[in-house]
């Protein structure tokens, strides 16, 4: 068998239970607050402690399966989350639901392990739709909000959360079996890999757009199920299948996500996905009627998926080299998005008696997010200009409308033997061969000026003495009003193969 055939499926199932078991605290809080007495601050603080737990643990994890593989870290994770498992089935008590749910994080921290593995067994052409086929994964937590409840409503929410045990043992047992022993390993220090990512501004702004996108699903997946029931009277099962599809079409807008990304620019993606947070935050800070709040909500559902998606398709732009350590911190802050907005909700309606406040922050940050995509979008147009222009095989030589020199490339270096800082600030007579004459150069000036262009022949010396022969493109760069700002020349070096051309004197 072809293990790699099968790790995509094997993985994305492997993150559906791991999801699952993840959000069992919130899918049955509504059952669990009967049984067991809890303020509205206990009752935040019981769902947002696995997203805590489960967001710091996705750098670790993310770093040990570069080193040890998928295989042996879901199969390890499985194992560890029977025990909150069991516990948590047990518990009768605030303090027990807070450790049996700041383990139960375990289930989120998986999300590391396909984010790092499946990349390997794919072109980068293909990694966007890869993670965000991935990403799916968060269907699980569908699966626990809406199925949890029901399940509960017939056996009980204790025995609800014993059963998730027994598909914890299946797929630990069918990941030990299928998962890929032959994982090509990654091996250098955590702090290393840290040191490696930490220095680049990139990483930091993914780490902020994740913190909004997977920090506004799980926010929103954890929030709505309480709030439906306490503010619009819902039943559980009604809040429960309501908040599954919100988490349905988030999961489901994720492959679309990273399939756009490959296809698109995922820069523009994520403006209209920003666009999108900004005004269902400010629709939702109005208090709108159920009809509006399922709009809004359905947006927030729609963006988040589609932005979970894209940013995963940047990450290997940046970090080829480092994929696991920079998954892991960029879905760590993801997950810290999902952790801290429901306590900052509950603390500002407990200050102010709405979510008003809290829903417009929101919108804020999206906005800001907006603002950044934006610049780095521009950034990585002149970024890609630069890069071309450093990597040309022809020499490159920018200068201002007074003919003085702005910037070259490394071909200009290697053709004329001047480093860059030699020539900036003086004109190209620095080069002047003294071959032609003063009516060649007047000649050349009046075409520049008359048509934006010159190409020809011309001789010039480098810094050695030496006279080569070149083939030159000068070309004015005009700004949107269509005056000339810059001068571009373009040569190559018609005498290398030739050989070396004696030095003349330079004529006066």
């Known amino acids: 068998m072809n293990r790699s055939n099968i790790q995509l499926p094997l993985q994305t199932g492997s993150l559906t239970l791991g999801f699952m078991v993840w959000v069992i605290l919130s899918s049955l809080i509504a059952f669990i ?104 994964g968060n269907l699980g937590t569908a699966i626990s909000t809406f199925g949890a409840p029901v399940l509960a409503n017939q056996i009980g929410w204790s025995k609800t959360i014993l ?26 220090s955590l702090m290393d890999q840290i040191r490696g990512v930490a220095g680049n501004s990139k990483l930091w702004l993914l780490c902020l757009f994740y913190f909004l996108t997977f920090g506004s699903f799980v926010a929103f997946t954890v929030y709505l199920p309480n709030f439906l029931v306490s503010s619009f009277g819902l039943t559980k099962v009604d809040a429960g299948l309501r908040t599954a599809g919100f988490i349905a079409l988030a999961t489901f807008m ?16 994520l403006m209209l996905v920003f666009v999108g947070l900004t005004a269902a935050g400010v629709l939702l800070s109005f208090a709108p009627s159920m009809l509006w709040y399922t ?5 927030i559902a729609l963006c988040a998926g589609l932005g979970n998606g894209t940013i995963f398709k940047l990450v290997p732009m940046y970090f080829a080299k480092q994929a696991g350590i920079a998954n892991g911190i960029i879905s760590a802050m993801g997950g810290l998005g999902g952790f801290f907005p429901p306590l900052m909700l509950a603390f500002l309606f407990k200050l102010t008696g709405h979510y008003a406040i809290g829903f417009m922050a929101m919108s804020e940050v999206a906005l800001a997010c907006l603002i950044l995509i934006v610049w ?7 970024g890609l200009s630069a890069r071309i222009i450093e990597n040309a095989v022809e020499g490159i030589m920018i200068t201002d409308t007074t003919g003085h020199i702005r910037s070259v490339n490394a071909a200009f270096t290697q053709i004329t033997g001047y480093e860059e800082h030699e ?72 005498t290398r193969k030739a050989g070396k051309i004696k030095a003349e004197p330079i004529k006066e």
């Open 423 to 494: 020539v900036v600030g003086k004109t190209p007579s620095i080069l002047k061969s003294g071959i032609q004459g003063e009516d060649f150069y007047r000649e050349l000036w009046d075409s520049l000026r008359q048509d934006g262009s010159w190409q020809g022949e011309i001789w010039n010396r480098r810094k050695g003495g030496d006279v080569y022969q070149e083939w030159l493109t000068i070309s004015s760069v005009k700004n949107d009003a269509g005056d000339v700002m810059l001068y571009s020349g373009m040569f190559s070096d018609l």
């Open 254 to 269: 994720r492959p679309l996500g990273g399939y756009l990304g490959d296809k698109f620019n995922p820069f523009k993606i």
């Open 33 to 136: 607050k009967e049984s067991i007495a809890l303020s509205p601050s206990q009752l935040t603080w019981v769902t947002a402690t696995p997203v805590l737990f489960g967001s710091i643990m996705r750098v670790p994890v993310g770093y040990w399966t570069n080193r040890f593989g998928a295989r042996k870290l879901f199969t390890l994770s499985f194992i560890v989350l029977l025990l909150p498992v069991y516990w948590l089935s047990r518990a009768d008590s605030f303090g027990d639901l807070i450790i049996g749910g700041l383990f139960l994080g375990m289930g989120g921290a998986v999300f590391s392990v396909g984010v790092t593995s499946l990349p390997k067994y794919y072109p980068k052409s293909r990694h966007g739709f890869v993670n965000g086929i991935y990403g799916m």
């Open 295 to 299: 709009i809004s909500c359905l947006t």
């Open 376 to 382: 780095m979008f521009f950034q990585e147009k002149l």
């Open 163 to 188: 059963a998730y045990g027994a598909l914890l043992i299946v797929m630990a047992v069918v990941m030990f079996l299928l998962g890929d022993r032959e994982e090509t390993p990654v091996r250098a």
